[in-house]
């Protein structure tokens, strides 16, 4: 498992390590060492051929999240193996092409940036054990794929190609989801050995739900009828990722997960007339609007379409019997369809246009190119000694006991060969187009769809060495693969599509005339559909006039009558009985009474300062009580979180100027009566309504053993320390600390964009503004449009930008002195909180609140410009990856050991100081880098003293 799960990940390893490789190589021998990369790989996954061939499956397995069913499995066999070959070998060529493709070093390492991790998730859908697996990898293909033909991202085109194949492919990818997970559970697994195996899930009485949502995922990813015009909309995207995209992954993907689930789901009339019906509709037609396109990529993308469709309809044949047939088409349409889009990109680069009505008599110019296309074409036609013909041959072979399947096979075998021949003919034979702009392209573009040709020549020429034994593994049994097989009904249907298809080509100056009903195309019923939904949208938003208070009335109003509902229901036999114990209850009733007042006040006082600190006052009470419980870490955890929230409300009432904070206070309380009696109505509504919930939820409680028991009574014997809190959040429930924590570090860096500093460059006077602003309006073009401009957010001769906020207000001899001192004890006690947060209160997110609030006090007293020095090697935004790289790379290091995901490990070190070292004080590290890195990125961006944030 261990070699087979660096096939899988080293592709996106590898484009993890190019920032630093690419320092000291070319571009091209960055490429060619990429290509060398991905062939080695290849010829890797060839020497598990025999062990295939004897063993017919090798399936291991790694826990991962086991209550979740969720493990590290990888399933190997001979269709596993097919797909990743043609994964990793037509991958390789497509590395290749690209160094030539791309004429700049920078758009070609984006391209490569995105195309190995792509590689590598695709690798995951095809090696995958496990269904949960699979669609991770399989909806990282659709998001990376999105990238991929948004690639131009100055084209619109692009940007809507992108938008809707994601939207498609996504969607289909959430029903997907549905039934896979509803698949696993009733096979009683997620594990795909043992779901194959399962033959009684077609009795399943979910088997018709389940099989259906998969369908839908399989066919929106493999662009089937009614979902098919996604694929010939992404065509925007770069000609080597297009390649890729149609050839060996992403529409590959739901042929690859139909013949997986085949066994398990397959011969029922729901599979074989469901998969039937809609292959024959998708080949037939993606073969007629084909041959209707000018654009080649276009016409690729829909012959793409109508051999995927073909693919679809075998699979629906009872008992395996169009399992050969599928895979020597896979194989097959792999190879032709890589070297006819890479043929297209080396025309598209030579001429500037992929528009057929302007090309011809290209042969002279690109004479290599033109027998590549040729070998390629005659390929996609079927003809001997080509491996394309074998695979139509096997096609017929299959489809000889259904009559009118197999007329519609034959038509859309007759009209893919007039597309082929038109492809090649009327492009490189012909006459020479006129006023066709040309220049010669690299020699190197040849090099990839040369071998690729060359491979379909000699997999026909060489069937039963190259293929056979590769078939033989997949159809579990010894196969007869022949160029010739005889001069049978198969034989002669072939010629009789070859015939048929010739005489379409002839006659295409007739045909291309004729007038075709103007019917409604799927991507106008899809914008159709989009524009409606936006336009309920708009009819919604006409309802929010702009102002918070509105929102939130609505907002806070379901909640009462939810809250109220639900609490008054269950409030028939409510009894609680109240005991006071004068030691504690005094106290907490004076913090209860406290935080009710400070609450009121933040309310009362119309200074911002008086009631931000207030609304601290507030958390400290509430902490007190914590503590009382008593709760030292959660008290603990409260006190950091408003002592901080409240410094980061001060500092950013700073940047407000003092006549907007006033103008916010006057709306607030100058509101007419009816206004503030509706807002105190909501208040006191909610209040009442948590109250009757809370009533209701603690009246009604069951009284089963409570799980704290457990907890206190396992922590210390399970993860060697006695903090509960902490084992909890590290170990018993570390999965959601690893979401929160992110989610935490992506929320700092959300804070960049929200409040993004200008970028560099000469000031604008205002003077000069307001000339230009005349000047635009003038010729009618926004300012903002203006190349390089960038507006101050306020345009008045009184602007104070790059003045710190708070200089020198709190800057004093005394204050800094302080600060200096209190900085590196802020550090100190974090370490405490690392290093003895499992002996007593304190983990690594006190750690990161202590230690930031140094940080924040350090901006707040020296301000922006000495501060960001201070900081800047600190690198706060590098803290953030490191903290969550370290939190997930510590819950994924036990699977090394065998152990599953997020596993507890004690390190037994002799250490000093009575210092305990395990997992759980990684973890902990990483927290608390990503916190202090997440304070300092928010402190360094409200503090920058160059932009104001009005209110």
Not at 305 to 318: E, H, K, R
Request: proline share 5%.
């Amino acid at each position: 498992m261990f070699g087979i799960g660096i096939i899988s990940l080293a592709p996106a390893i590898t484009a993890l390590l190019r920032p630093a490789v690419r320092k000291f190589i070319s571009k091209e021998i960055y490429g060619w060492l990429l290509a060398g990369l991905v062939s080695i790989l290849f010829v890797w996954l060839l020497t598990f051929i025999p062990i295939v061939s004897e063993v017919e499956h090798v399936a291991v397995s790694v826990p991962w999240v086991p209550q979740l069913g969720l493990t590290l499995s990888i399933y190997l066999d001979g269709l596993s193996l097919l797909f990743s070959l043609m994964i990793l070998g037509i991958g390789a060529m497509i590395v290749l092409y690209s160094i030539y493709y791309f004429d700049d070093a920078q758009s070609l390492d984006r391209f490569y940036t995105l195309l190995l991790p792509f590689m590598s998730a695709m690798l995951v859908v095809v090696l995958a054990g496990n269904v949960l697996t699979l669609f991770i990898g399989w909806e990282l293909t659709s998001v990376i794929s999105f990238l991929l033909v948004s690639f131009n991202g100055e084209n619109e085109a692009a940007r809507k190609g992108a938008l809707q194949a994601l939207i498609i492919t996504g969607g289909g990818g959430l029903a997907l989801m549905v039934g896979l997970v509803m698949l696993g559970t009733a096979a009683g697994s997620m594990e795909l050995n043992q779901i194959i195996a399962n033959t009684s899930l077609r009795d399943d009485p979910l088997y018709s739900a389940f099989t259906v949502l998969i369908l839908l995922g399989c066919f929106t990813k493999s662009a089937q009828f009614p979902f098919h015009f996604w694929l010939p909309g992404a065509m925007s995207a770069p000609t080597p990722a297009s390649a890729y995209l149609h050839s060996a992954t992403m529409v590959k993907a739901g042929i690859y997960l139909l013949l997986r689930l085949a066994p398990a789901l397959g011969d029922t009339p729901l599979w074989q007339n469901g998969l039937l019906f809609i292959g024959l509709v998708t080949g037939l037609m993606g073969a007629l609007f084909a041959l209707r396109q000018t654009d080649l990529k276009a016409a690729l993308a829909y012959a793409t379409v109508s051999q995927l469709g073909i693919l679809v309809a075998l699979i629906s044949l009872p008992h395996g019997e169009g399992l050969k047939a599928a895979a020597v088409g896979i194989l097959a349409h792999g190879l032709y369809k890589a070297t006819l889009f890479l043929t297209v990109g080396a025309v598209d680069h030579a001429t500037s246009t992929r528009d057929m009505r302007y090309l011809g008599g290209l042969r002279q110019q690109m004479p290599g190119w033109a027998v590549v296309a040729v070998i390629a074409g005659l390929s996609m036609a079927g003809i001997p000694p080509l491996l394309g013909f074998v695979a139509k041959e096997s096609l017929l072979e299959a489809m000889l006991n259904t009559p009118l399947s197999l007329a519609v096979i034959v038509i859309s075998a007759a009209l893919t060969v007039a597309l082929a021949f038109i492809l090649v003919w009327d492009v490189f034979g012909g006459k020479v187009a006129q006023n066709t702009y040309f220049h010669a392209t690299p020699k190197g573009l040849l090099i990839g769809p040369v071998s690729l040709a060359g491979l379909s020549l000699l997999a026909g020429v060489g069937l039963p060495v190259l293929i056979a034994p590769l078939i033989e593994t997949i159809v579990g049994k010894e196969t007869h693969l022949a160029l010739f097989s005889g001069f049978g009904t198969p034989f002669l249907l072939s010629l009789t599509a070859i015939a048929s298809g010739l005489a379409v080509f002839a006659t295409r100056s007739i045909w291309r005339g004729w007038a075709f009903p103007a019917l409604p195309t799927g991507t106008q019923i899809y914008q159709g559909a989009v524009h409606s939904i936006e336009h309920v949208g708009d009819l919604l938003l006409r309802t929010q006039g702009g102002k918070l208070r509105y929102y939130l009335a609505v907002i806070l109003s379901s909640v009462i009558v939810l809250q109220a509902t639900a609490g008054l229901a269950h409030l028939t036999n409510a009894a609680l009985v109240f005991e006071f114990h004068p030691s504690l209850d005094i106290l907490r009733t004076v913090l209860l009474i406290l935080c009710l007042s400070m609450m009121l006040a933040s309310i009362l006082f119309k200074n911002h300062l008086i009631a931000a600190l207030s609304l601290g006052v507030a958390g400290y009470s509430v902490g007190g009580l914590f503590l009382i419980e008593p709760a030292p870490d959660v008290a603990l955890v409260q006190f950091m979180v408003e002592t901080i929230g409240t410094v980061l409300l001060i500092v950013m009432l700073a940047r407000i100027r003092s006549v907007e904070r006033k103008q916010a206070i006057d709306s607030l309380w100058n509101q007419s009566r009816i206004g503030l009696v509706r807002d105190v109505l909501i208040a006191a509504g909610i209040g009442i309504g948590v109250g009757l919930f809370v009533l209701a939820a603690l009246t009604n409680r069951p009284q089963p053993q409570s799980i704290a028991t457990w907890h206190l009574e396992h922590t210390e014997e399970m993860v060697g320390f006695p903090d509960v809190v902490g084992a909890i959040v590290t170990d018993f429930r570390g999965m959601d600390t690893i979401i929160e924590i992110t989610v935490f570090g992506v929320a700092a860096l959300g804070v960049i964009t929200i409040l993004a500093k200008p970028s560099g460059g000469p000031r604008w006077p205002v003077s000069m503004v307001k000339v230009v602003t005349s000047i635009q309006q003038t010729i009618r073009k926004p300012v903002s449009e203006v190349e390089n401009f960038i507006p101050p957010p306020y345009l008045d001769d009184h602007d104070t930008h790059g003045e710190d906020l708070f200089l020198p207000s709190f800057s004093t001899p005394l204050t800094r002195v302080i600060t200096r001192i209190i900085l590196p004890l802020a550090f100190l006690v974090a370490l405490a909180h690392l290093f003895y947060g499992g002996d007593g209160p304190g983990d690594g997110f006190t750690a990161g609140v202590v230690s930031g609030l140094g940080v924040a006090l350090w901006y707040i007293v020296f301000g922006y410009h000495e501060a960001h020095t201070q900081f800047k090697r600190l690198g706060a935004r590098r803290l953030i990856g490191i903290g969550v790289a370290l939190v997930i790379a510590n819950a994924a290091f036990p699977m090394l050991l065998g152990r599953p995901f997020l596993s507890h490990l004690n390190f037994d070190l002799p250490l000093p100081a009575n210092i305990h070292l395990s997992s759980t004080f990684v973890y902990e590290t990483g927290i608390f880098l990503t916190v202090l890195g997440s304070i300092t990125t928010v402190m360094e961006a409200i503090a920058y003293p160059k932009e104001v944030e009005p209110l």
